[in-house]
C-alpha cells in the first residue's frame, strides 16, 4: 500500500508541473476555432467570459484567418474582379428592416466579437430580409437579429456560415465579425436554377473571400454567369428562409439579375398585348413571390414583378397555365406575355382535397383554352371537387411552380382548399374562432382591430402593432386566471398576463390571423411562477408574444428566462 500512495503522490506532482504549462498555452491561443466548437448554449454564456474569450491580439487573429481558409487565389481573384461590369449599382443602405426595434442605418462596429448568433437566430432573420426586398425591390441597410444591428455584409457572412453549418449538421452559435462593403459590385448574370451542391459551393467560396479580405465580394462565378453582391443577399437569404420554413435545405434555387428584382416600373396598359418573353425559372421565382404574399396577406397581390415589368394577376395566370404545360413537355422556350383581362364574376363551391398530376396538368390546359378563346381569366374551373375559383387557381398553380422551383419536378398532387381557408391551412381554424374571455366577435374588438391596422399590407406589419399596442396601452396587474376576459381588459386598460393575452389573441383574431394560448412555469428575475402569453402564426410560422413587458417585443421575449422553462400547455381556449 505504501508503494502504491508513494507512486500516487509522484504522479500528482508531475501533473502539477504539467498544468501551468496547459494554462499558459490555453491562453494565448484563445482562437475563434476552440470558441466556435465548444457546445455551449450561447444564451447562458456569461458576458464577461464571452468577452474575455475574444479578447486576443492581432497576430494571432491573422494566423487564425489564413489557418481557417483553404483559400485556391484563382477562384479569390475571380470572385472579385470588378474592372468591367454590365450593371452598376447604387448605394442599397435606402432602408431598413423593422423587427423588434426599429433597424438602424449602417454603422461601424467596435465589439462585434460579442455577438453570438444561433441558427435559428439566422435563418429567421432571412425571412425578414427576403421579404424586405421582395416588398421594396432594394437592400435594407441593416437587420435586427436580437438587439444587434447587422450590416448587409456582415449578414452575407452569416448567411454563409450558417449554410455551411446546417449543411453539415450543426448548431454551434456563430459570432458577428466586421465585414466590409464591396468596392465596385457589378453583375452579369442569366435567369435559371442553382442544383444545391453548386449554392453550397458558391458558400465555402463566399465565406473564404471574406476571411481573407474582411469585405464582401462584388460578385461570385456561378453556371449562370456573374451573381452581384445584392443578389448574393437575396439568393442566401430565401434559401436560408426555406431552412426555417421547411426544416430541410432546398435541392435547388431560382437566380435572376438584381436589376429585375430592384426595377419598379408601372403595368402594362389593358388591351396592350407585349411580347416580352419570360423563362420558366423568372416565372417560377415570380410564383413562389405570388405564393408568398397570398399566405401572408390572404388576398391576391395586385401583380408581381417579373424581368422589370409588372404583370397582373389574370396575366399571371396565363403564364402559369403555359409555364406548366411547358414543363411537362420538356419545352423551356420563352412564354410571351399576353393581354387578358380579370374575370367578371370568379365563384366557388369546392371541398377540401388533393388533385394529383394528371388532374391538375389537365385544369392548366382548360383554362389556357379559355383565356386563349376568350381573352380573359374564368370565374372557375371545374375539378373533381368541385368549383375552383379564380384566386384559388392562381395560388393552386403558384405553389405548384414554387415547388418545382424549389424540387426541379414537379409535384405528385396537390392540395386544394376554399379560398376563404386557402391561405390558412385547414387545422388552423380554430385559432380564428370566439371564445367566452377571447371575444374576437365583439364589436369593440373589432373596431379597436381595425383602426389599429389601418394602412398595414401585410399580416406581419399587423401583428406587430397590435402586439404594440396591448404591450403600451394596457398596465400590467398581479393575479391569477382570468378576471376580465379581452373586453373587460379592454375596458379597464390592465389585466395580468392571462387576460392582456386572452385582448392580444382577440384582436388578432379579429384582424384575421390565427393566435393560440401557451402556459408554461418561467422562471423571472424575483422568482418561478406560472405565466401565459401567446403564439400568433404569420407567414407560415408561429411568433411568440408576451405583452407584460416592455422590455419585450413581437418575437422576442426578454423578461423571463426562455432557456429554462416548463411547458404546461398550448391552447386555442385557455381552460382557466
Known sequence: MKRHLLLTMLLLFAVSLFIPNIYATTANQQTPEIIANTSINSDAIDYQITYNMQSKTASTQQAEVVGVTGINHAETQNITASSSSNTSYDNQGAGNIQCAIAAAGDETFSNVQNNWFTINNITEAAGRVKSYIETNHKLPSSVQIGTTQVTMPQFLQLLTSGLIQVNKGSNTSLTLKSVNTPSNTVESLKSGNIKKTEYLDLAVRIQSYINTNGKAPNYATSTLGKIGYPSLIYLFSRIMSYQDNKGILPQSA?????????????????????????????????????????????????????????????????????????????????????????????????????????????????????????????????????????????????????????????????????????????????????????????????????????????AYDKAVALFNWVRDNVEYSFYYNTKYGATGTLNNRKGNCVDQTHLLIALTRAAGIPARYEHGICKFSDGTFGHVWAQVYVNGKWYLADTISTKNSFGVIRNWDTSNWTLVGIYAELPF
Not at 269 to 290: F, P
Not at 349 to 368: C, F, H, M, P, W
Not at 385 to 409: H, M, Q, T, V
Open 254 to 458: 431560382s437566380v435572376m439579375p438584381w436589376e429585375n428584382i430592384s426595377t419598379n416600373q408601372t403595368p402594362p396598359s389593358s388591351g396592350n398585348a407585349t411580347n416580352n418573353g419570360y423563362t420558366i425559372a423568372q416565372i417560377s421565382a415570380a410564383a413562389e413571390l405570388v405564393k408568398t404574399f397570398i399566405e401572408g396577406n390572404q388576398r391576391l397581390p395586385n401583380y408581381v414583378q417579373i424581368n422589370g415589368k409588372q404583370v397582373t394577376m389574370p396575366q399571371f395566370l396565363q403564364l402559369l397555365n403555359s409555364c406548366l404545360i411547358q414543363i411537362y413537355g420538356n419545352d423551356t422556350a420563352p412564354i410571351a406575355l399576353e393581354s387578358a383581362g380579370a374575370p367578371t364574376n370568379p365563384t366557388e363551391s369546392i371541398q377540401s382535397g388533393n388533385i394529383n398530376k394528371t388532374e391538375y396538368l389537365d385544369l392548366a390546359i382548360r383554362v389556357q383554352a379559355y383565356m386563349d378563346s376568350t381573352g380573359k381569366a374564368p370565374n372557375f374551373a371545374t375539378s373533381t371537387l368541385g368549383k375552383i375559383r379564380y384566386e384559388s387557381l392562381i395560388y393552386l398553380d403558384s405553389r405548384i411552380l414554387s415547388f418545382y422551383a424549389d424540387n426541379d419536378i414537379l409535384p405528385k398532387y396537390a392540395v386544394i382548399n376554399p379560398w376563404s381557408t386557402s391561405s390558412t391551412p385547414s387545422n388552423l381554424s380554430q385559432y380564428l374562432q370566439a371564445t367566452d374571455n377571447c371575444q374576437s366577435n365583439n364589436q369593440n374588438i373589432i373596431s379597436l382591430a381595425n383602426s389599429i391596422t389601418a394602412g398595414k399590407t401585410s
